[in-house]
């Protein structure tokens, strides 16, 4: 399928069939697509939980408003955004940074100076906002990859982010959860998800400017 046929077939899914699993492999394929995103300075401030545990799914239900789709989707990709970002967060960007690009501390000196003085004028409210703001371009990467595959989800933030916390055991990573992703495929009851998309025209839309 082409970009445009894909994203006209991906629709927001409530009702997943939940004896129908998402293979091993395409979870890691929707985790990569997420890493592999862009995320300001490239420090990824976030992390991608994948919760495949039907017990625990069902624990959430009532932290999620009842919503169901966290009970019976094969598996909810958990998008978290890291609660301690500071001089270490760059630090360790620049450790992968020399390990995989073969490159020296030195070079890139005034770079990592000019990150933490961005990073130093946040406050602690800026920082999560920032944070959160990447972990939703890493949100609609996944999505897309998702509609690719073939593979149903429902973006949700109707969901109790520190009761998740509680629940995965989060804050002992310096982990809080923004937005979560119930992956899989539409049940036979799915209806909404076939109906035709609700959109501005696109004239609407864009305004070009030549
Ligand atoms: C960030 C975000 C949060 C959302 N939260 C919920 C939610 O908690 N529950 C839900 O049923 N749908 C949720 N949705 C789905 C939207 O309602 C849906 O994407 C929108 O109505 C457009 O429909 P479509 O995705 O089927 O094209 C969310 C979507 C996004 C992008």
Redesign the pocket.
């Given at each position: 399928m082409n970009i445009i046929e894909s994203l006209k077939w991906?629709?927001?899914v409530?009702n997943f069939n939940s004896a129908k699993k998402v293979s091993q492999k395409d979870v890691e394929t929707l985790v990569e697509a997420g890493n592999l995103t862009a995320t300001s300075m490239g420090l990824q401030p976030f992390k991608i939980i994948v919760l495949n545990n039907e017990e625990i799914q069902q624990k959430l239900v009532p932290f999620s408003?009842n919503?169901k789709?966290v009970a019976d989707a094969s598996h909810i990709l958990i998008f978290a955004i890291e609660t301690e970002i500071n001089q270490q967060t760059i630090e360790n960007y620049f450790q992968r940074t020399i390990e995989i690009r073969n490159v020296e501390a030195k070079d890139f000196e005034n770079h990592k100076n000019s990150m933490s003085n961005y990073l130093s004028m946040m406050d602690e409210e800026r920082k999560r906002s920032w944070a959160t703001n990447q972990t939703?371009i890493a949100?609609g990467t996944v999505m897309a990859a998702a509609a690719d595959l073939k593979i149903d989800s429902?973006?949700?933030?109707?969901?109790e982010p520190e009761k998740y916390q509680e629940i995965l055991n989060l804050k002992s990573e310096n982990l809080l959860p923004v937005?979560i992703l119930p992956i899989g495929y539409r049940s036979e009851e799915e209806k909404?998800?076939e109906l035709p998309?609700?959109r501005k025209a696109l004239e609407n839309f864009v305004i070009t400017k030549n």
């Open positions: 991906r629709a927001a409530r408003y919503q789709q939703y949100l429902c973006a949700m933030e109707g969901f937005v909404m998800a998309k609700v």
